[in-house]
């Protein structure tokens, strides 16, 4: 079975955005290592606000109750366990991630708190900035998702400031992008899938 990378693009500018041309890297290089992959603009996927569930009652915050509501939510939510890397990135709006990215985030919770449905997955990032804040944005993101079980492989960041309409020319991020594509699909094919982090232990 082919490893399978899914590309999640932050920016509201979607394809035309200079975030989506380092993630595109990152898959065309996961695609070169026989990886298949996918990428979902948020720009085209509603997606409401996180409730807090959390905060009234723990119990309550988990996928059933969260698939629920009149969005996207379940199907992003299935395109993100079917994939066994995801690759989160991001514009930095005011030294922060996209509010689209973040919303993504505070909805995963629901598949993190109870049923550890983001165990073992493999992520990448990627982050791009007009001035300052993207390794800020970037360490947000790894440090929500982190916690959510995703594991990090070695040069997981990509991030490039400045450039403006130049990005092509941003050759340190170009070669960050490729090296994380490769590393991706090596951490995958090292991984033990029948271990659960969580639980420490190995599954049956």
Request: glycine share 6%.
């Amino acid at each position: 079975m082919k490893i399978r990378i899914l590309g999640i693009n932050g920016s509201p500018r979607g394809e035309l955005s200079r975030t989506f041309f380092l993630l595109d890297k990152v898959l065309k290089s996961a695609e070169s290592e026989g990886a298949e992959t996918q990428v979902i603009h948020l720009s085209k996927v509603k997606l409401d606000y996180c409730i807090g569930r959390y905060s009234e009652d723990r119990l309550s915050c988990n996928v059933k109750n969260c698939i629920t509501s009149d969005d996207q939510f379940k199907w992003l939510l299935n395109q993100i366990l079917w994939a066994d890397g995801v690759v989160f990135a991001s514009p930095v709006q005011w030294f922060s991630m996209s509010a689209m990215m973040k919303t993504l985030i505070e909805r995963l919770t629901s598949a993190e708190n109870i049923e550890k449905l983001l165990d073992g997955k493999v992520a990448g990032f990627v982050a791009v900035a007009e001035e300052d804040g993207a390794t800020q944005t970037i360490l947000q993101m790894v440090g929500a998702l982190n916690f959510m079980g995703f594991m990090i492989p070695p040069y997981a960041f990509v991030y490039s400031t400045g450039f403006y309409g130049r990005i092509h020319e941003d050759r340190e991020a170009i070669e960050d992008a490729i090296r994380l594509g490769k590393n991706m699909v090596k951490m995958i094919e090292m991984r033990d899938e029948s271990y659960n982090w969580w639980k420490m232990e190995r599954m049956e």
